[in-house]
């Protein structure tokens, strides 16, 4: 799992949880940032190649605690 996160805080506890790998990114204003962000990472951390398929969870509006309500499916 590759958690990406704009508060260090949250990266650094993260990166204790077994089966996470967690990367400190800039903050995201819309889904279309978070998604190429996320693909753009996803491969240079070598969680995918070129063609493959990720799913992206994340809360909308950006920001705020307890709002994880959007999935998003992208091509990387």
């Known amino acids: 799992m590759l958690s ?3 508060r260090l805080a949250t990266a650094r ?5 077994w089966g996470v790998h967690s990367v400190h990114i800039a903050d995201v204003s819309d889904v ?6 996320a693909c ?3 491969q240079r951390e070598g969680f995918a190649k ?11 509006p950006f ?9 998003r499916i992208a091509t990387v």
């Open 32 to 37: 279309h940032q978070m998604t190429e962000m």
């Open 40 to 42: 753009t990472i996803a």
């Open 50 to 60: 070129t063609g493959q398929t990720i799913v992206s969870i994340a809360g909308m």
């Open 13 to 17: 506890r993260l990166s204790l949880v």
């Open 63 to 71: 920001g705020t605690n307890g709002t994880t309500n959007l999935l």
């Open 4 to 6: 990406l996160t704009p």
